[in-house]
């Protein structure tokens, strides 16, 4: 029986715009086996698990558990010593303010964490609303493989071994992890602090990745978008790197993602009531057949992006979801459904302007679902 990450690989699925969304990250070390929903099935107490995903996710975080990989012979990574302290990470993702504290806490401390101030994290405190304890990282960059099996037999079968793998060639501090989306996309990638998302990797090309990150870099092969701005935003940000040749990872932020109304001509996403322009750069996608307007099909839903350059360049995106070909499993197991993509239509630049003043934080863009 194939796989949901066979069939997503033949199929070609598109990689760009399905990371998961998450401004913040909160890792805990947990080693051991992992269920389904590890934060509440998992040697973590579930209570505390259940109450950190519940306050995390009202302010744009993500809670996952972590454990050390397992050798590169198959066998389970360090086993897990009662009392021994755990590590946790928190990760900050977005371009021009990016970074990682980290801490050890004793096994009957991790239950501190529900002090965490979630809602002054994602304000302007930052690292300051951290308790005591919190040290800045300065370690290799963090990559994180998905390989709960529990979740999806994918995550297992294809991240374990580039977990070990990437481990052993070093280069980086490599980190098995509970969830980060898109099991069809195994093996799947997270990289921190950027907060990129990556799959379909082996090992050659993981470390291709990490070279690149530690150099400050974003390579769009592979790449499934940024997890600070939602899908619409992540599809954005690639084709504008695409677009330019933008290599590097905090010279972008996307500044809105708006919805727009579909153009009953074309099949494109309209925002100021004019059809489409000479001149601007269509990235991927077909215009609709004219079988298909006079038929009348749904509209597809539709975004209005805005991307800008640090050196004060903006780009407005129009974005459409696109929903066709052989339906596919979105995980082992699961019913074949549609397959759906982000489709960029158009790209325009807009006039030069100023760059923001140093220290302005960049805003993330605002979910319209």
Not at 127 to 140: E, F, I, M, Q, R
């Amino acid at each position: 029986m194939s796989t949901c990450a066979a069939v997503s690989r033949t199929l070609d699925e598109p990689l760009a715009g399905t990371a998961a969304t998450a401004r913040t990250w909160l890792l805990v070390e947990q080693p051991g086996p992992w269920g389904k929903q590890a934060l509440t099935q998992s040697r973590l107490d579930a209570a505390l698990g259940a109450e950190l995903e519940r306050s995390a996710s009202a302010h744009g975080a993500r809670v996952a558990l972590i454990r050390r990989p397992a050798r590169a012979d198959g066998a389970d990574g360090p086993a897990a010593t009662p009392g021994a302290p755990r590590r946790v990470f928190l990760a900050r993702t977005l371009p021009g303010n990016a970074w990682i504290r980290t801490a050890l806490l004793a096994e009957d401390a991790l239950g501190t964490l529900l002090d965490l101030d979630f809602a002054a994290l994602d304000g302007d405190r930052g690292p300051a609303a951290l308790p005591a304890g919190w040290v800045p990282y300065t370690g290799d960059p963090l990559a994180l493989v998905c390989t709960n099996g529990r979740r999806d037999r994918c995550c297992a079968v294809l991240g374990r071994p580039l977990a070990a793998r990437l481990a052993a060639m070093g280069g980086a501090d490599v980190w098995e992890i509970t969830h980060i989306g898109g099991h069809r996309f195994a093996p799947t990638l997270l990289t921190l602090p950027g907060g990129y998302a990556y799959g379909r990797l082996d090992a050659v090309r993981a470390a291709d990745v990490l070279d690149a990150v530690r150099a400050g870099r974003v390579p769009t092969e592979g790449c499934r978008g940024r997890s600070t701005w939602d899908a619409p935003g992540q599809r954005a940000e690639l084709a504008v790197r695409e677009h330019t040749g933008e290599p590097e990872a905090d010279a972008l932020t996307v500044e809105a993602v708006l919805p727009a109304e579909a153009d009953r001509t074309d099949g494109t996403a309209r925002t100021d009531g004019t059809a489409r322009t000479e001149g601007t750069a269509r990235v991927g996608g077909t215009t609709r057949a004219a079988e298909a307007v006079r038929a009348d099909p749904p509209r597809p839903r539709c975004w209005s992006v805005t991307v800008a350059h640090r050196d004060g360049r903006r780009w407005h995106l129009t974005l459409s979801e696109q929903t066709a070909g052989t339906p596919r499993p979105a995980s082992c197991g699961a019913e074949p459904g549609p397959a759906g993509s982000l489709t960029v239509e158009r790209i325009v630049s807009a006039a030069h302007q100023a760059p923001a003043a140093a220290g302005t934080p960049a805003s993330p863009s605002v979910t319209h679902p």
